[in-house]
Structures are given as C-alpha cells and as structure tokens.
C-alpha cells in the first residue's frame, strides 16, 4: 500500500500513520516530496485493513499495489497450470491443444442428447456440455430434466469417453452432481455465491467457474481464489460475457479478458461465445478470435435441431456448423502454436 498525504498534513498525522502501519505489523518507509508525503508500507498487507488508514486525519489516499488474490495469482504460480479434466482420454485444459466443450444449452432427451454428444466427439471435442439444473431467469421456462439429465450425461460419457461438464446451481446438489460429473460448472448468477464456491472447491473435482456479468476481473479471481482456499486448484475461469448497454447482442464478449487473466493468473481460461453473444451466426468468428488472443479452451452450445431447442436454440450451433467451424479453427490455433 501506498498512503498518499495531504498537501497541508501536519507532521504529527504522519506520525500517527505510521504508528498504526507498526501496529498492523508491517514496515514503513515515509518518502518526503516537494508537494507531498507519501507512506510506503511493506510487507503482505492484503488481508490489512486499508479504510483503517484511509479514514486517518491528514490522509488524501491509500493506494493498493499488491492484488487482493494470492493463489490465483501469477506470483504465486509462475507457470499456467494445465487442469485434468477427466474423460475417458484423460483431457486437459492450459496446455497446447485447445479444449472444445460442446453440446447444447440443456439436456432434453436421451436420444437426441447421445446423437450430439456423438456427433461433437466426431468433429474434435474434448468435453460435452449440457445443463440438467438449469438457472433459468424465467421461474417458467423449462427447468431441466434434474437427476435423469445426469443419468443421460454419465451414458453419453460412457458411450464416447468425453469429460462431461454440467452446472451445479446451489450447495444441496453438490453431492449429487460430484457423483456424475467430471467437471461441475458454477454459472454466471452464481458466481458471487461464496458457500456454494466453497462447496465446489471441497470436492477436489474441476470447476469451471464463469464470471458473474457484471463482476470485474478483480471480483472474478477473488472467486477462483475461494475455490482454491477451499482446497481445489483445478479451476478453469470462464468468459461468458457481461451485461453492457449494447443490445445488439445478449452479452458483450470482451476478449480482452484473455490478455488480462494470463498476466495476471496462472488459471486457464475458457471462451463461451454462445452465452456471449446469443447468435449462432456470431459464434464461429468470436472462437476465432479467442483462439487468437490466447484461449486455453471454448464451450459452445451446440444441437441437433436449434430451432426446436427448449432453451437458447437462437445461440446453438447445428451439428453440421459445429464440425464445419472446427475444421476452420484448427488453422488459427496452427497460426497461434496450438493444436485442435
Ligand atoms: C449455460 O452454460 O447454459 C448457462 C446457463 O450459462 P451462464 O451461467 O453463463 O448463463
Ligand atoms: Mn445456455
């Protein structure tokens, strides 16, 4: 931290800031300016009381330099980790081959599920995807199909060895969707709900964590950071965009996310240009770019027959899109040193 004192501030508030730094347990260093006098305080002070210092007489402002996230952070763990994600073909996720997790929004039947899943392992993905819980924001909209959507999952990750991913919207279904999963999904409304990332992270199993719409990177990392206080490293962070003023489409998809997190974590991260963007026809050149830009992985909503899906038809790829779309990435992640 860095305590910045106000132009007129009597010597004696100096004083007193560094009293209480001393009493926080950290070392001063006070630099006396032209115009100003700052208070250099080392040491750890992430978990010390900043409003402590920033409400004392004579103080202009306290300035953080250290993140508030330690583990999450690059410091911590200078090389990215790569995240096992399980499967039958022992998938990952941070290291040169890009992970592809496809399926749709929502698991509606068994036979159709199976054809995707099929069909997406044919074309290249690494994982599937598919909501049995679903966060829906319309209490009317279809909920998902619960504990049998799990069942059909677990079949379709017995019949084409994908790593299955799927949600888990609150602490009572932990249990329950550790028991099928291979990666459990925290969505974007969940992503402040700290009991339910505590949970997760005391499963051990990985978490695909998707960042709340309107929650900043700081805000996101501060949530992996829960996950792995509670004793789970395996954390993948997830784009799925943010709410913004354009309405042009569902979400804004800021890629700039990715430059960002690999400066300053070592998770992975993962693009859903589905959620996104909420346009099917959006989603080829969005997974383009983040390849580009240095994604460790995409998930993208993908069905047989969109235009009759239960829930986002309007952003799902069509079977035939999705195979045709991975063949044109393998060309850009060639161009970016990755594989496909
Ligand atoms: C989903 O992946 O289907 C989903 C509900 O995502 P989000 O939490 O990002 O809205
Ligand atoms: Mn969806």
């Not at 819980?133 to 999952?153: H, M, N, S």
């Not at 027959?305 to 045709?324: I, K, M, R, V």
Request: hydrophobic content about 40%.
């Amino acid at each position: 931290m860095i305590v910045v004192m106000q132009q007129e501030c009597k010597k004696e508030e100096v004083d007193h800031v560094v009293k209480l730094v001393r009493e926080m347990n950290l070392t001063d260093h006070v630099i006396v300016g032209t115009e100003r006098t700052v208070v250099a305080v080392i040491g750890d002070d992430r978990y010390k009381d900043r409003n402590a210092l920033e409400s004392c007489p004579g103080v202009d402002r306290v300035l953080q330099v250290l993140a508030p996230y330690k583990i999450a952070s690059k410091q911590a763990h200078p090389e990215p980790s790569v995240i096992p994600i399980g499967g039958k073909h022992g998938a990952t996720i941070g290291d040169k081959r890009i992970a592809l997790i496809a399926g749709p929004c929502s698991i509606e039947d068994r036979p159709k599920f199976l054809e995707v899943a099929h069909a997406v392992k044919e074309a290249g993905a690494t994982g599937l995807r598919g909501g049995a819980f679903k966060p829906r924001t319309d209490p009317y909209a279809f909920q998902g199909l619960g504990e049998q959507g799990l069942e059909i999952l677990a079949e379709a990750r017995e019949q084409t060895g994908l790593a299955i991913v799927t949600e888990v919207m609150s602490i009572t279904q932990v249990d329950l969707v550790s028991q099928y999963a291979d990666v459990l999904q925290i969505g974007t409304r969940n992503m402040h709900n700290f009991n339910l990332l505590i949970a997760v992270g005391q499963t051990g199993k990985p978490i695909l964590l998707k960042r709340g719409w309107s929650a900043t990177l700081e805000e996101f990392l501060l949530a992996a950071e829960y996950i792995i206080n509670a004793g789970n490293t395996n954390v993948i962070l997830c784009e799925r965009g943010i709410r913004t003023q354009e309405d042009y489409v569902r979400n804004t998809l800021p890629l700039a996310i990715i430059p960002a997190v690999k400066r300053e974590s070592h998770l992975p991260i993962v693009i859903d240009p589905s959620h996104g963007t909420g346009h099917a026809y959006m989603v080829p050149s969005m997974c383009k770019a983040a390849i580009a830009a240095g994604a460790d992985g995409l998930i993208i909503e993908t069905h047989q027959d969109p235009e009759h899906a239960l829930t986002d038809g309007a952003q799902s790829l069509t079977l035939e899109a999705f195979a045709h779309m991975v063949q044109e990435l393998k060309a850009v992640a060639a161009a970016v040193g990755r594989t496909i």
